[in-house]
């Protein structure tokens, strides 16, 4: 029997439209080359961040969705996601980013979110060992983290629960159909049809597309975390970032601090395998320790880098695109937190034919001429001190 | 959850579990910890195959009365079922029922509760064990500090670690053409063999008898790691268990392993404790250098002493190769010139640093490295297989609770999986092949060409290689060849000379106890290589003129004591149950520790392994008999390396010491020799590259090419033995291309 609806890719995203699918009652089958948040994804690889603020106003509505899901999402899908909500606090550290702040603060309120303005005094509340150079904050209380591959894999497993097909660990292609796409076709010679195919496969997608003559406007790059050892719990409450440091700095469940941030990392030629580089890592990890003092006293004792699917405006692309083809991708550094309301959205639009909030991240919103794709692709990997 | 007992026999286990672990004075006896609950429901499950002798047990205390019977009553009951003597009862093979019951007790205990027992970690909290925690911070380690966690089990550990995928194998069917090589075994002698193969260009066939997994399977869980392992949960080793004689005159018995075999993918690489030591240099030439300055008299009656085929400068290489695919910890050794080495002083010489410093000193580490330089030795920081920084992808060790026996959940330390295969299958030269249980080599005109193996359907084929190569463990080395005969190899292969089983030499553990009465130790953190060594007393470190056995052995403060297997480590005068077993280790799991003795086995002509021709494996093939005893060096250099600890436990302030036999039995998973390297074909089955004397295109690697085993955990060498054993592969693959294309 062939499923109404295919989803290519088993990461937070893929998962979590197969499940709300599956959940409305469609026919589904969730196919990955591997499995839910394999190496080297951007689920596998991400650092967990659930921050609300400072999106994109299109963003808005679909973040306040998730905002309100997340809570409730664990015991719905009836796993541990290691989610906690220790809030979110973003810093001015110097005189000149207070303005950064501020508009911070306004285009959130504006946009409907419950986000304070916090001076030293309630920073030091909020996170006691934050350095004492930070002189303003912007604090979301609802935020927290959660782990990106418990996610995924809950996501799958509730999706089979509710009948969904998994097919993991065999290579697919998209298979062409009479004008677009017919379903995929696995490496062993095998099909799979339907009448939709989603493409959830992050960095992956442009090779999935190019056969088609879909060139979208996305490049992969390579994220690095590192992990500290491991602390006293309950130090860090917050996920914290700054205006003026390429970082995200939170301590997990175990008590290690885990630093993101957009380092990237360095390809190494095996697929779309990345790996971190020290350069970085060692201004990653400065970076932290200005913040919290303490990580001068911890050791790096892990470090890895995922490959992830960035848009030339920032934005994601989700929505129609070739019949039978359905796309939901780019969403580099924001899409965790979104992951539950575009699971929901995207069944909503594929049941409906047409779902308002997913309208600004229409695939074809943007046309860029080739020079600018190319510079936006061809944009350094090793940052220049 | 079917209860398989009756109400009545239900009655009778609880009361028979609060007799041996009774309810104290504001504390909870066994029943209200849940070990009779999860007794009965591993009745129904993992433990199905006991019930009968639970039933008969039960019923036999019944008969006696036991369920209404007095304290005084029930505990000569108990008496009476500890030494067999009770009507009625069932006497298995190997162990008592009080035996196995008394294990699963303890199990109920202490078990992480996912299995059952353990209730709200009740157990845990009792003897003050934090459970599974992910980690633990330095200054926790302090000794006199009482860890102040509350207990957490398994299933709220956080997964901070973002690791590889499982290595892709593929289940066993019809052979595979074209192979430059067949492994047999998938362990890390075989994986290591693989990725030096692959990296040639060879195209390599690895036959798995086990399933595959990723290598980080019961991290963290001492129950599965340990109980299911001995008692089923091996797939292939608990059907072929050797049995056991001390000599060629006495009967032959099951031996008790005092550690599981793994048999599956990664081998006992996933659950070694990854002390990555070299050999010293004298141990190669061990035979030679005695004779020089002692005589050769001074060599043990009955003893097979001899040089290895090949001298440290040979192996040199190797281990640094070894070394770096492990990513090793450790401090370089060398002279103690101004008190600034912090390694072992008699270290060969070393041609580069170890990949990383050294695991950190735990209090104990510190509180041994302090008694041992105030008598004058030298203690430094076992190297280890674990790492301490980012490595190749792999996460530092969290210096959690579980680590020898489990895998590693974060891949700190080195296993197969975590280290040579991912390369050696990216390669796409190598497959791995589940569930292919090689049952024999295979010739062709007296030369070896593959390998016959069942499939777990039953079916079997040959899979045929240009060079066969056997890297499993030292028993099955053994039997292979012993089992594996032609008209040229009417005794099997590489036993025309008469030599396959010979030499066989395996650890003993006899161990000194100590304990500091009140004062937490927290040895239950960190990993057991995180551990303070002395080699004063190796091999001929120290002068034996005066003494009256030769070589010696490694005296080490080792963590990792967990308490289902801690609750059976008892001093002589303590009984197994009842108030007193409970008194004495509640109040001292967590201040007990032990000194750890290595000590060298001199091979023996009393001791080999061969066939038993009464005893089969579930194929109906023999299984492997081991003659071992210790001999009279080692019965007089123990218990002097005991007197040594005992000197050292009480400079590190034990206030009671007691110690283990100087016998310990064998499977003590450094088990070697048997397929002994050497020169010459008269004395030894392979040369040094493992090349089976009288049957070309066959190598032999593991441990069982041991001459000798010296005082140190015989991996490294182990592996640093298969990557030269390696070159020699690839060269002759490379002849024999050269011979078909002329």
């Known amino acids: 029997m062939s499923p109404d609806v295919i989803v290519l890719g088993a990461g937070v995203t893929g998962g979590a439209i197969a499940w709300h699918l599956a959940r409305s009652g469609a026919k589904v089958a969730l196919v990955d080359a591997a499995g839910p948040a394999a190496a080297p994804s951007a689920s596998w690889a991400s650092a967990g961040g659930l921050r609300s603020q400072g999106r994109h106003a299109a963003d808005q509505p679909l973040t306040l969705m998730a905002a309100a899901r997340w809570p409730l999402l664990g015991a719905e899908l009836g796993a541990d996601l290691e989610e906690s909500f220790g809030g979110h606090l973003h810093l001015a550290e110097t005189e000149a980013e207070i303005p950064v702040i501020e508009a911070r603060i306004a285009a959130d309120l504006a946009g409907g979110l419950a986000i304070e303005r916090v001076e030293p005094a309630r920073i030091r509340e909020i996170a006691p060992e934050i350095t004492a150079r930070a002189l303003l904050g912007a604090y979301t209380q609802g935020d927290g983290q959660a782990h990106p591959g418990r996610v995924a894999r809950a996501f799958a497993a509730a999706a089979a629960r509710e009948g969904a ?34 493409v959830a496969a992050g960095a992956w997608t442009e090779a999935l597309l190019a056969p088609f003559g879909l060139d979208l406007p996305i490049r992969a790059r390579g994220l690095q975390m590192l992990l500290s050892d491991i602390a006293p719990r309950d130090l860090l409450a917050p996920t914290v970032t700054a205006v003026g440091r390429n970082l995200s700095l939170k301590q997990l469940r175990s008590g290690a601090f885990m630093m993101g941030g957009r380092w990237f990392a360095r390809p190494t030629g095996r697929g779309l395998e990345t790996l971190p580089l020290d350069a970085h890592a060692a201004k990653q990890w400065a970076g932290a320790a200005a913040i919290l003092p303490r990580l001068a006293r911890h050791r790096l004792v892990h470090q890895w880098a995922g490959t992830e699917a960035q848009s030339i405006d920032g934005n994601p692309f989700i929505g129609r695109s070739l019949p039978g083809l359905y796309l939901a991708c780019g969403f580099s550094n924001h899409g965790f937190q979104i992951c539950p309301a575009v699971g929901e959205l995207v069944a909503r639009d594929l049941a409906t034919g047409s779902e308002p909030l997913l309208a600004p991240f229409a695939t074809d919103r943007i046309a860029p001429d080739a020079a600018r794709l190319a510079a936006f692709r061809a944009e350094p990997i090793l940052e220049v001190a | 959850m079917t209860d ?51 039933r008969q047990t039960l019923a036999a205390l019944g008969a006696a009365g036991f369920g209404t019977a007095e304290a005084e009553a029930q505990d000569r009951l108990v008496a009476a079922l500890e030494d067999g003597t009770l009507p009625g009862l069932p006497h298995p093979a190997g162990h008592s029922a009080f035996d196995l019951i008394w294990r699963h007790l303890r199990e109920g205990l202490f078990c992480d509760p996912a299995h059952g027992g353990n209730r709200d970690m009740a157990g845990w909290r009792l003897i003050g064990f934090p459970g599974a925690q992910n980690g633990y911070e330095e200054a926790e380690q302090t000794v006199g500090r009482k860890v102040a966690r509350d207990p957490q089990p398994m299933a709220s550990l956080s997964q901070d670690a973002r690791l ?78 050797p049995t056991w004689r001390l000599n060629p005159e006495s009967p032959a018995r099951p031996a008790s392993m005092s550690q599981g075999l793994e048999t599956r993918l990664g081998g006992n690489s996933v659950a070694w404790g990854a002390v ?11 035979h030679s250098k005695t004779v020089a300055k002692y005589g050769a008299e001074r060599l043990p009656e009955g003893h097979a002493v001899a040089d290895w085929p090949m001298s440290y400068r040979d192996l040199e290489p190797f281990y640094d190769e070894a070394e770096e695919w492990l990513g090793v910890s450790g401090h370089a050794g060398g002279p103690r ?16 640093p170890y990949e990383m410093p050294a695991l950190r000193r735990s209090g104990l580490g510190a509180r041994f490295a302090g008694a041992a330089e105030t008598l004058g030795y030298h203690p430094f920081a076992l190297p280890a297989a674990i790492l301490t920084a980012p490595y190749k992808g792999r996460h530092a060790c969290t210096y959690c609770s579980f680590c020898s026996r489990f895998g590693c959940h974060v891949d ?59 890297a499993t463990y030292a028993f099955e080395n053994t039997r292979l060849l012993l089992l594996s005969r032609d008209a040229d190899h009417p005794d099997g292969l590489g036993n025309n000379q008469g030599q396959v089983g010979r030499y066989y030499m395996t650890r003993q553990q006899p161990s000194v106890y100590a304990v500091f009465d009140g004062e937490p130790v927290n040895r239950f953190i960190g990993p057991t290589a995180q551990a303070q060594a002395i080699a004063d007393l190796s091999c001929d470190h120290f002068d034996h003129a005066d003494k009256d056995f030769i070589r010696g052995g490694r005296i080490a403060v080792f963590n990792q004591y967990l308490p289902i297997e801690a609750s059976g480590v008892l001093p002589p005068d303590v009984p197994r149950w009842g108030a007193a077993w409970r008194d004495f280790f509640v109040k001292n799991y967590n201040s007990i520790s032990m000194l750890f003795l290595d000590p060298e086995i001199l091979p023996s002509q009393n001791n080999r392994l061969d066939l038993d021709d009464t005893v089969t494996d579930d194929l109906g093939r023999p299984v492997v008999r081991i003659t071992f005893d210790i001999g009279g060096n080692e019965k007089k250099m123990i218990p002097w390396l005991q ?23 064998p499977i003590s998973t450094h088990d070697t020799g048997g397929t002994r390297m050497g020169h010459d074909p008269a004395t030894s089955v392979t040369d040094g590259f493992g090349r089976v004397h009288d049957t070309p295109g066959l190598t032999v690697v593991g441990g069982s090419s041991f001459v000798s085993l010296p005082p140190v955990n015989p991996a490294l060498t182990i592996l640093a033995l298969s990557l030269r054993a390696a070159g020699a592969v690839i060269a002759d693959l490379a002849e024999t291309r050269l011979e078909e294309t002329a």
Not at chain 2, 14 to 36: H, M, N, Q
Request: glycine share 14%; proline share 6%; charged share 20%.
């Open chain 1, 165 to 198: 097909a998994l097919r993991f660990g065999q290579a697919a292609r998209l298979l062409p159909g009479a004008d677009g796409v017919a379903g995929v076709a696995f490496a062993d010679g095998s099909a799979l049809k339907a009448g939709t195919t989603v």
């Open chain 2, 4 to 54: 398989m007992l009756t109400p009545p026999e239900r009655q009778v286990l609880d009361a028979l579990f609060d007799r041996i672990f009774p309810p104290g004075e504001g504390t909870p006896g066994a029943v209200e910890i849940g070990a009779a609950e999860y007794v009965a429901a591993a009745l129904a499950g993992p433990y199905a195959g006991h019930l009968a002798l639970y």
């Open chain 2, 164 to 241: 590889a995928e499982v290595p892709q194998t593929r289940p066993a069917g019809a052979p595979i053409d074209g192979a430059d090589a067949v492994i047999v075994g998938g362990g890390f002698v075989g994986s290591f063999m693989a990725l030096k193969l692959v990296r040639a260009g060879k195209r390599v066939v690895m036959l798995e008898a086990g399933s595959p997994r990723h290598g980080r399977e019961h991290a963290m869980d001492e129950l599965s790691a340990t109980a299911f392992r001995n008692l089923g949960g091996a797939e292939k080793f608990n059907a072929e268990v």
């Open chain 2, 276 to 286: 990555a030591m070299r050999f010293y240099e004298d141990d190669f030439e061990i």
């Open chain 2, 337 to 352: 010139d101004g008190g600034r080495s912090r390694g072992n002083p008699f270290e060969a010489p070393r041609a580069k």
């Open chain 2, 412 to 470: 700190a330390k080195a296993s197969a999986q975590n280290t040579v295969l991912p390369e050696a299958l990216a390669s796409g030269l190598l497959t791995i092949v589940t569930g292919a249980r090689v049952t024999e080599i295979v010739t062709e005109g007296g030369r070896a060409t593959g390998a016959r193996y069942r499939t777990t359907d039953g079916a079997e084929h040959v899979q045929s290689g240009r060079q066969i190569i056997v």
């Open chain 2, 643 to 665: 007197d040594r600890a005992e000197e050292i436990a009480r400079g590190m302030g034990a206030t009671r010491t007691w110690r283990r036999p100087a016998l310990t039995g």
